[in-house]
Each structure stands twice: as structure tokens, then as C-alpha cells.
């Protein structure tokens, strides 16, 4: 059955600081994965995705994750955190019919 | 070009109520999708909807229903509300069905209260 888990409920970070969210998925094809970003009061938004290829993806705000299919990973990582990055993260990955399967999300903290 | 517009913002209903939620996607998405979002449960997948056909239903009792109309505008209603429907949803739009690696684009979501 697929699934992603992000183990990390919370974390906080200093500001200019290096982040890495972890997240792991269970799917049994090739996964299409994504990370979105949901502020407070806010839909969610797409940072980056991956499907194929070079398993570093670059996207939005900075931010980029490495695809590692032996751990069965997509960690999201930013070199230097911003305070407006504090917010929700969502790992999920993508199946057949438009049905995506979501993490229950990391909330970052950012501190000056 | 306008955004997933989800009506209303904010809802309180008490047990037993039903409630009616409304999304329209960006123009020219005719795939809807709707997620059920609560703390600790993260995004969970109620169904999505294709050219007013629904096509996919998550793990959600039959109180959980949706439609779609042909300008591909969507409503979602629950009945016989519970306390723990209680929750944020959200509706997303895609051009296309099917494909794994569609982007969603989000609404920001009906925030239901049940009392």
C-alpha cells in the first residue's frame, strides 16, 4: 500500500541555518514524488517535484530534495532558512487517478 | 488567472447538520480533488472528479459525497455530521486526470467546526 511518513512532527531552526526534512514513502512502482508548502491560512503550494531522471531537484524559494530509492527517501533540504520559510511541509507521492498520498507534515519553526 | 476559489471560508455546524462545501478550480483545470486535513492526520483523499465523473474515492464513508458540474465547478457534502469531521477542506485543481504527476493546484480550504 503507498505512504509517506515524515517522522519529524516539528522542528526549529535559527535563522541562516541549514534545513533537511525527511520524509519516506512505500509505493510500488516508481514514485512520483512532491514536497508542498502550506502557510497558515493557506492552501498548499508546490516546491518541487520529481518523476525521473536526476534524483536532485531543484525548486521554488530555494529549496531542493534528493531522490534515494535504496532508502526509499525524498528529503527536502534548504541551505539557509529564511524566517518567511516557517511553515507547514508535505511530502506525498502521486498514483493513478489523480490520488495523491500525503504525509502528516513537518511544522517549522524559524528563530531569529 | 484566477485561483481554486473554495466557498466558505469558515463553517460551524452541529451534529447531525449536513453541510455543503463549494470549489471552483482555475479555468481550464478539469480535474477536482478533495483532501480532508486534520492535525496529526495530515492530507487525506476523499475523491477526485473528471469531466463531472468521479474517479477515484478514498477511505471515507458514504456521508462523504461530491459532484461535479459541467463548468467543471465541484461541490462536496457531508451529512449526518460527526464532532470528528471537524476538519480543513481542501479542494485542488489539475488540468488533466489520471497522471501521477499532475500539479495540484490548492484552494485554501473550508474550515469545518461541528458542535
Known amino acids: 500500500a503507498q505512504s509517506v511518513t515524515q517522522p519529524d512532527i516539528h522542528i526549529t531552526v535559527s535563522e541562516g541555518a541549514s534545513l533537511e526534512l525527511r520524509c519516506n514513502y512505500s509505493?510500488?512502482?516508481?514514485?512520483?514524488l512532491f514536497w508542498y508548502v502550506q502557510s497558515p491560512g493557506q492552501g498548499l503550494q508546490l516546491l518541487l517535484k520529481y518523476f525521473s531522471g536526476d534524483t536532485l531537484v531543484q525548486g521554488i524559494k530555494g529549496f531542493e530534495a534528493e531522490f534515494k530509492r535504496s532508502q526509499s527517501s525524498f528529503n527536502l533540504r534548504k541551505p539557509s532558512v529564511h524566517w518567511s520559510d516557517a511553515a507547514e511541509y508535505f511530502c506525498a507521492v502521486g498514483a493513478p487517478g489523480n490520488q495523491f498520498y500525503f504525509g502528516t507534515g513537518t511544522s517549522l519553526t524559524v528563530i531569529p | 488567472k484566477a485561483g481554486v476559489t473554495q466557498t466558505p471560508r469558515y463553517l460551524i455546524k452541529t451534529r447531525g447538520q449536513q453541510v455543503t462545501l463549494s470549489c471552483s478550480p482555475i479555468?481550464?483545470?478539469?480535474?477536482v480533488s478533495w483532501y480532508q486535513q486534520t492535525p496529526g492526520q495530515g492530507l487525506q483523499f476523499l475523491f477526485e472528479?473528471?469531466?463531472?465523473?468521479?474517479?477515484n474515492k478514498g477511505n471515507f464513508p458514504g456521508r462523504f459525497s461530491g459532484r461535479q458540474f459541467s463548468n467543471s465547478r465541484s461541490e462536496m457534502n457531508v451529512s449526518t455530521l460527526e464532532l470528528g469531521d471537524s476538519a480543513l477542506y481542501l479542494c485542488?485543481?489539475?488540468?488533466?486526470?489520471?497522471?501521477?504527476?499532475?500539479?495540484?493546484?490548492f484552494g485554501s480550504g473550508t474550515q469545518l467546526s461541528v458542535l
Open positions: 472528479y473528471f469531466s463531472e465523473t468521479q474517479r
Open positions: 479555468s481550464g483545470h478539469r480535474s
Open positions: 509505493y510500488g512502482a516508481t514514485p512520483y
Open positions: 485542488a485543481s489539475s488540468l488533466n486526470r489520471g497522471s501521477p504527476n499532475e500539479k495540484l493546484f
